[in-house]
């Protein structure tokens, strides 16, 4: 999901050093992740194998790396870096994101819930309000792909298309599989695709296995606490 991928660019370190990157700002990251989600180099397209505001598969805690940079992702960085402006604006609207996607979870989760309001929704609306997507469909060397563009440009356009997917996972999705992983160190936010709504780690070999070995070391340290009270 490009929305999930563009909230987790600020990164926390799950293992609970304290660590944590913002990694919009790392040129490589953002050619990465501009190029796994099907962007050209002058930002106004996208090829798409489905529609990604329907995209409701399980997320995992993976996503565009620092690591894995192709040719392509370097040859888009040095037509795509954002200005200042530009990238504050990012940051302001994954900030904004990532709130909206604490009250959802303070709404089905909170003790006791507390509801949304419509403000919630206001920076979702902003970046919805930009012209609308235009797809068509392109046969180019005996393959189909699906191309969407937007009025707007640039890195306009990113942010329209993550604020259409993240929309369009709202209005076609539950709010109960808006998650943020239960690792309190990690912060990482998903999409529960499970059947039952159960997944409660946004990876569990890495933050389920954790927590457990976190609280194994809890019970055993109140074991030990109480053997010499006695």
């Not at 919009?24 to 002058?42: A, K, N, T, V």
């Not at 797809?135 to 640039?154: N, P, Y």
């Not at 529960?192 to 389920?208: A, E, I, L, P, V």
Request: aromatic share 8%; hydrophobic share 35%.
């Amino acid at each position: 999901m490009i929305w999930k991928d563009f909230l987790n660019s600020l990164w926390h370190d799950w293992r609970g050093s304290g660590a944590s990157e913002d990694r919009l700002e790392s040129p490589s990251w953002r050619s990465h992740f501009l190029s796994s989600h099907g962007y050209s180099d002058d930002l106004t397209a996208s090829p798409i194998a489905n529609d990604p505001a329907m995209d409701m598969q399980a997320s995992d805690n993976t996503t565009a790396s620092n690591s894995t940079v192709d040719k392509k992702a370097t040859d888009i960085a040095t037509t795509s870096n954002p200005t200042v402006d530009e990238l504050n604006e990012l940051k302001h609207f994954r900030d904004g994101l990532r709130e909206l996607t604490h009250r959802i979870n303070e709404s089905v989760r909170g003790t006791p819930p507390v509801p949304l309001v419509q403000n919630d929704f206001a920076i979702l609306n902003k970046y919805l309000a930009v012209p609308s997507f235009t797809r068509r469909i392109v046969w180019d060397a005996g393959t189909l792909q699906m191309l969407e563009s937007s009025q707007a440009v640039g890195w306009g356009n990113v942010m329209a298309r993550i604020a259409t997917a993240y929309a369009a996972t709202l209005a076609h999705g539950e709010l109960e599989r808006f998650r943020i992983c239960d690792n309190p160190d990690c912060k990482w936010m998903y999409y529960d695709g499970t059947r039952n709504r159960s997944k409660r780690y946004c990876d569990d070999k890495c933050c389920g296995n954790l927590m457990k070995v976190r609280r194994f070391r809890e019970r055993a340290k109140g074991k030990s606490e109480d053997r010499s009270k006695d």
